[in-house]
């Protein structure tokens, strides 16, 4: 199939757990990246050797052991500013994932009475709810983009919502339910003719786009490192290193201070100004290996992939009677992810007939609620693929919903 990596059989040799055969002897089809994706052994090997070899508190241990675990923790912030083609390393702040990224920002962007903050519909919720409680906390207006019938930003009327009161857009990338893929640099460009800062969430793009921060025009951006095949518990905040330092600090305590007496402190500037105490180091070296894996493979190449597979699965789920496919249906529009319904059954009870015969999908709203009322639905299922996704894949799912509908009767 044009398109593939030319490589997928090695690419899916680095991957341990898709060797994988389930309870009942069925092999693993994993086709839930866009909830986690799974690690290359290079990630898993380049943490273990972290924790067995180099394990000690960073930037405060005077000992050889406390110096080479500084020095990796300090070598994934410089791989991740390549992964993102960032300026300057110290633009790159490490988090405990995406949603802390934003709430940082949230808690530290100045908002005020007469402000207006201009989200999405088909935000995920972390980049809803964090906005809300900021336009609670400060008096600021909280606005939105729809969505059209085909799953995309209505910008209809753009103007009148980002206006010269607009203190922050903020948006993401790829849509985590409906895969759309959103006009990065015409939203930003919007935010910076008024003044405002541009937030782009890119948790979903990041794994599968090149992303560039100098080409985007973004203020800031977040991604979270466990969907780039590295680990939980790391996530990154990119922003311009200037606005960086004029945003407060977002949480108190050790490393993010320049002095500290008991009647006041001043602060370091970023990126350790945003890192207060002990951060999560083995996660970073983890996912410094992880965004190096990608790079080597090279993220055009993997958005190559994404887009083949995606067009194969979208003329797949045609075949079945009562689909749905919730969000564009051109594969050069959407990455990965496809949400859809199937006539007569939930959404839970599909993904568990589909568990049984080894394919693991999501289902439930995927923390996209306002846009799974957009199109008056509670819930879906979603497929996501990834870099070692294959068409023989993409058959058994298929397979497991024609045989999901003879299961449950549907249709006769």
Not at 17 to 31: H, K, S
Not at 137 to 156: K, M
Not at 269 to 290: D, M, S, W
């Amino acid at each position: 199939m044009e398109g593939l990596l030319p490589d997928l059989d090695v690419i899916r040799k680095d991957f341990p757990i898709l060797e994988r055969t389930l309870a009942g002897g069925v092999p693993l089809v994993y086709l839930d990246s866009a909830n986690t994706s799974q690690k290359p052994q290079v990630v898993i090997d380049t943490m273990v050797d972290h924790l067995e070899r180099h394990n000690a508190n960073i930037a405060r241990a005077m000992h050889q052991l406390g110096a080479e675990s500084t020095e990796a923790y300090e070598a994934a912030r410089d791989q991740v500013a390549r992964f993102l083609n960032a300026p300057s390393r110290n633009e790159v702040i490490f988090t405990k994932n995406a949603t802390e990224a934003l709430n940082l920002l949230a808690r530290t962007i100045e908002l005020g009475p007469g402000d207006n903050v201009v989200i999405t519909e088909m935000e995920h919720h972390s980049n809803i709810v964090s906005w809300q409680l900021a336009c609670e906390r400060s008096g600021a207006e909280l606005r939105w983009f729809g969505l059209t019938d085909d799953g995309r930003l209505d910008l209809s009327n753009a103007d009148q919502l980002v206006d010269e009161h607009t203190k922050v857009v903020a948006f993401t990338w790829v849509s985590n339910m409906l895969g759309t893929i959103n006009p990065v640099a015409e939203l930003c460009a919007r935010a910076t003719a008024v003044g405002a800062y541009s937030v782009v969430d890119a948790s979903q793009a990041a794994p599968q786009l090149p992303v560039d921060v100098r080409t985007t025009g973004c203020d800031f951006l977040v991604f979270t490192g466990h969907k780039v095949t590295g680990p939980t518990g790391i996530g990154v905040l990119w922003g311009r290193e200037e606005l960086l330092n004029e945003l407060p600090p977002f949480h108190g305590g050790g490393e993010m201070i320049e002095t500290v007496t008991m009647a006041r402190s001043t602060y370091a500037k970023a990126p350790h100004r945003f890192e207060a105490g002990t951060p999560p180091i083995v996660e970073a070296v983890g996912l410094g290996a992880a965004v190096d894996y990608l790079r080597h493979i090279g993220l055009d190449s993997i958005h190559r992939h994404e887009q083949a597979i995606t067009a194969y699965a979208l003329e797949g789920l045609q075949s079945v009677p009562g689909l749905t496919v919730l969000g564009p249906l051109d594969a050069a529009d959407r990455g990965g992810a496809i949400s859809f319904e199937l006539d007569g059954v939930h959404p839970h009870d599909i993904a568990q007939v589909l568990d049984s015969r080894g394919v693991a999908v999501r289902a439930g709203h995927h923390c996209a609620k306002p846009a799974h009322a957009r199109f008056g639905v509670q819930s879906s299922t979603r497929m996501s693929s990834y870099l070692y996704t294959t068409p023989a894949e993409v058959d058994a799912l298929v397979e497991g919903l024609h045989h999901t509908r003879s299961y449950f009767k549907v249709g006769g």
